[in-house]
């Protein structure tokens, strides 16, 4: 229980830091573009409700923080209300000086380029805050070498086996192993061509994603599109102690530890929690063994083991793991996971920065359409109380850089979302100032004003669900005396 209201103390600063920084910039972006237009703006505010701190600029616009931090606006004189839905009342009756300080009668490009101006904002801070990291820390990369391969998934049917270095799928070049796994998430799950390099040989093999569950960064499941692959084998034994349980079982030194009674090792610690599991009873181990020849140079073999639980020691050495009293010992990080430190000029950094960017895009329009199509995984889903939890999680376990990195993230997320041509939102004055294009004139006001509650009530059914899904991942029901 500590625990928990720790990480939502500490998810609660991380939240606030994270929201603020994306809505304040999402809203100065609208602020900067009326400015520059000559727009009167009455109020720039990070939060609704009751205001809590603010002061009056020179221009006469009132700067404040409302005390519900779930957003914030921009309130344009001739505004009704924080929509920049339209007071027809005040801005039909306006004198000649008041018109050209009226964003409702600006030219349409202007108020277009306003209304954009928000998203573009949050993709510019996303470019920056990642083109910085770049920058600073560069960024380590894997080899787009197989380590691992989950039996019985795309990858294991394909022919995919540990040692295989990937070169190109589908002709485009790959550098890195992330770039594996961002083509394999935005495939459609269409098949894939995968070109192979497997000692001196090269191979072309055909490989489906499928939807497969898998944990996110903090042990939450999530369906995702997969193949079943890790840059890393998890267990390689680096040597076998005479006479011990291992040695009579017959692992060999180069065996690699993949299964344990059926399931699937990621790290060392993996083998040991099995065997403390299994508590002295027989296990079924399953090892890869190298072979002679280049064609085939891994095999598997299955060897039963009856072992008792063994600790794991030699913790402190970066290149070795010790399992005691099961006579194995590991190359640690495993082999083969050849990770390399990239620096990046200036241009390198944006280019990079950039294309992440367009990877969460891409990968935001993926996840949409397959909601729509009934094949995406709906908990995935966040509102605000998990952002919160996210935020506490990184803030607590990973520091302030990667939570930086995740109000990058969140600002692609929110200008992206922005540009929907939802009604309410900024890509719905967008749709409404194409239709006055089209047209030639406005909608009309009862048109508009529907419009605004049909967005109105989407997005708050939205918000509902997402917490809904909060609820429920977070275990909060059972607190709150309800069960999901």
């Not at 049909?454 to 669900?465: M, N, Q």
């Amino acid at each position: 229980m500590f625990d928990q209201v720790l990480n939502f103390f500490f998810g609660g600063l991380g939240f606030l830091f994270v929201i603020t920084l994306v809505v304040f910039v999402h809203e100065l972006g609208h602020f900067s573009a009326g400015r520059f237009f000559g727009v009167r703006i009455d109020s720039f505010s990070i939060g609704f409700g009751r205001s809590i701190a603010g002061f009056t600029d020179r221009h006469g616009t009132q700067w404040k923080i409302g005390w519900l931090p779930l957003g914030g606006y921009v309130k344009f004189w001739g505004d009704e209300g924080v929509s920049s839905t339209p007071d027809h009342e005040k801005i039909d009756k306006v004198s000649a000086e008041e018109r050209s300080k009226s964003f409702h009668h600006k030219p349409l490009y202007q108020k277009a380029i306003i209304a954009v101006a928000g998203p573009v904002a949050n993709f510019v801070l996303a470019i920056f805050i990642l083109s910085t990291l770049f920058l600073i820390y560069g960024d380590v990369v894997d080899a787009p070498r197989v380590g691992g391969v989950k039996p019985g998934l795309p990858a294991d049917n394909a022919g995919l086996i540990p040692g295989d270095l990937i070169l190109e799928i589908d002709g485009d070049p790959i550098q890195e192993f992330s770039e594996i796994l961002r083509i394999v998430t935005v495939s459609n799950l269409r098949e894939l061509d995968f070109h192979v390099q497997r000692g001196s040989n090269d191979l072309h093999l055909k490989v489906t994603p499928r939807m497969i569950p898998r944990p996110d960064n903090f042990g939450d499941k999530i369906m995702d599109p997969g193949i079943g692959i890790h840059s890393v084998i998890p267990g390689k034994v680096k040597r076998v102690v005479a006479d011990s349980a291992a040695a009579r079982a017959g692992i060999l030194p180069s065996d690699v530890i993949v299964q344990v009674d059926g399931k699937f090792l990621e790290s060392v610690s993996d083998f040991s929690q099995a065997l403390e599991t299994a508590r002295g009873k027989k296990v079924q181990v399953l090892v890869s063994r190298p072979a002679e020849t280049e064609q085939k140079p891994w095999g598997r073999r299955e060897i039963r083991l009856s072992l008792e639980p063994s600790p794991i020691s030699g913790m402190g050495d970066p290149d070795r793991v010790v399992l005691e009293g099961v006579g194995l010992e590991f190359t640690v990080p495993g082999a083969p996971k050849p990770k390399v430190r990239v620096t990046f000029g200036l241009f390198d950094a944006v280019s990079k920065a950039a294309g992440v960017t367009e990877f969460i895009v891409v990968k935001t329009f993926y996840f949409i359409g397959q909601l729509i199509a009934g094949t995406g995984d709906y908990q995935q889903l966040s509102g605000p109380l998990g952002i919160a939890s996210v935020s506490g999680k990184v803030a607590i376990q990973f520091g302030v850089v990667p939570l930086i990195n995740l109000a990058a993230v969140l600002s692609v997320s929110i200008g992206l979302l922005n540009l929907f041509p939802i009604p309410m939102l900024d890509g719905g004055h967008i749709l409404y100032y194409g239709i006055e294009a089209v047209r030639g004139r406005p909608l009309g006001e009862r048109a508009q004003e529907l419009g605004f509650r049909i967005g109105l009530a989407f997005v708050v059914s939205l918000l509902l669900f997402a917490t809904w899904n909060d609820l429920t991942k977070l275990g909060l029901f059972g607190v709150l005396g309800f069960n999901s």
